[in-house]
T-cell receptor, first 117, second 113 residues
Framework: EADIYQTPRYLVIGTGKKITLECSQT?????MYWYQQDPGMELHLIHY???????EKGDLSSESTVSRIRTEHFPLTLESARPSHTSQYLC????????????????FGPGTRLTVL | RKEVEQDPGPFNVPEGATVAFNCTYS??????FFWYRQDCRKEPKLLMS???SGNEDGRFTAQLNRASQYISLLIRDSKLSDSATYLC??????????????FGKGTHLIIQP
């Protein structure tokens, strides 16, 4: 099982609030990712990181921002939440091979289901 | 042509049957291939990597056809618990993050009693 955690699991907030979604992994992985997924739809990559102090935007434009100050931690922040941000946010990581499955296998956290009213 | 294409289904299959589905990819330089499983409202979980020679894990068999640029997943003796969405994942493009992974939209499988 992957050791990657996300909090909160569910979040319901009002429009205009600032929120931070937490993601932590204890596998020592260098690379981390944030995906956005609406129900029944495909995953969309919104942010990724190669390592500490590295952040890049993904394929889908997002108003969120990320930071990577520590290897194990990759939080995502929305400065002013809007109803259009309602979605599931999935964090993933990959990195130095500690399993037989190869270096680019991504392991996912359980996700944060965000609802903005 | 989309980078990774899958038939979205749903595939309705009786319990105990064998089911197979394919995924095509557009980048001939792709080197890594995976099948992930995603249950409803859950995170994707790695089901198996796909190797050039094909590989088997219990009731699941994955095959890679580089010439035709597709990978397949075969499930034998299907169980009710196999009901899920199966995501085809391929690497090798410039986007897709540090690993260059592209996730397909998934094939929805429903095993019926």
């Amino acid at each position: 099982e992957a050791d990657i955690y996300q909090t909160p699991r569910y979040l319901v907030i009002g429009t205009g609030k600032k929120i931070t979604l937490e993601c932590s992994q204890t596998m020592g992985h260098d690379k981390m990712y944030w995906y956005q997924q609406d129900p029944g739809m495909e995953l969309h990559l919104i942010h990724y990181s190669y390592g500490v102090n590295s952040t890049e935007k993904g394929d889908l434009s997002s108003e969120s921002t990320v930071s990577r100050i520590r290897t194990e931690h990759f939080p995502l922040t929305l400065e002013s939440a809007r109803p259009s941000h309602t979605s599931q946010y999935l964090c993933a990581s990959s990195g130095p091979n500690r399993t037989p499955r190869g270096t680019d296998t991504q392991y996912f956290g359980p996700g944060t289901r965000l609802t903005v009213l | 042509r989309k980078e990774v294409e899958q038939d979205p289904g749903p595939f309705n299959v009786p319990e105990g049957a064998t089911v197979a589905f394919n995924c095509t990819y557009s980048n001939s330089a792709s080197q890594s291939f995976f099948w992930y499983r995603q249950d409803c409202r859950k995170e994707p979980k790695l089901l198996m990597s796909v190797y050039s020679s094909g590989n088997e894990d219990g009731r699941f068999t994955a095959q890679l056809n580089r010439a035709s640029q597709y990978i397949s997943l075969l499930i034998r003796d299907s169980k009710l618990s196999d009901s899920a969405t199966y995501l085809c994942v391929v690497n090798g493009r410039l986007g897709g993050g540090a690993d260059g992974l592209t996730f397909g939209k998934g094939t929805h499988l429903i095993i019926q009693p």
